[in-house]
């Protein structure tokens, strides 16, 4: 596998290696929102729609129902969201690429009532990717991760279907190459 000079750190994403088995993150694009030495690694699977909707986890009505995305396999009755509107929701972490992670979860809600967002602005997400210290690191030494630069219009505006093969032909060269490894490498 190519070598990645991505350093690791909040907005890079971490793209599963074409031969990763397992199935909580097989063919997936993570976005890392924390990374540190002493508490270890939070990210979000950014192209795991679910079959629920976010009306479906609020006990009130929303106009602005958008699908939700599985996070991760860690704690799936929580809720998580990323935006690009942090003039309008305070209090969230800014990430590079302009994405923020989380923020006032009160003006969320009402702008879900309201039905002032869209899926280009604001995505909600159950459950997240948790690594404890070294365990990332552990796992790029295996080969298991690529690491990428984030950016908000691969994140709002790339069809998440199609999210891991875009990024690995952004990536160009070898990355580009890797894309286009099928699925399951027996079929060929």
């Known amino acids: 596998m190519p070598d990645s000079d991505v350093e690791l750190t909040p907005g890079t994403f971490l793209i599963s290696a074409p031969m990763m088995q397992d199935p909580n993150f097989r063919r997936s694009v993570v976005l890392l929102c924390e990374h540190n030495d002493e508490e270890g690694t939070f990210g979000?699977?950014?192209?795991?729609?679910?079959?629920?909707?976010?009306?479906?986890?609020?006990?009130?009505?929303?106009?602005?129902n958008p699908p939700l995305y599985l996070g991760g396999p860690v704690q799936r009755e929580t809720l998580h969201f990323l935006h690009t509107r942090p003039d309008d929701i305070p209090g969230g972490v800014p990430l590079p690429g302009e994405v923020t992670w989380g923020g006032n979860f009160e003006v969320v809600q009402q702008l879900a009532k309201s039905g002032d967002a869209s899926p280009e602005n604001l995505r909600f997400f159950l459950g997240y990717a948790g690594w404890g210290p070294g365990q990332l690191e552990g796992e790029l030494d295996e080969e298991a991760w690529i690491p990428a630069p984030g950016a908000a219009d691969l994140v709002f505006d790339t069809d998440p279907d199609q999210l891991w093969r875009t990024i690995l032909r952004r990536m160009g060269g070898e990355y580009a190459v890797l894309a286009n490894f099928p699925d399951d490498p027996r079929m060929n």
């Open 44 to 64: 979000l699977i950014l192209n795991r729609e679910l079959d629920a909707q976010l009306g479906d986890v609020l006990d009130e009505y929303v106009a602005y």
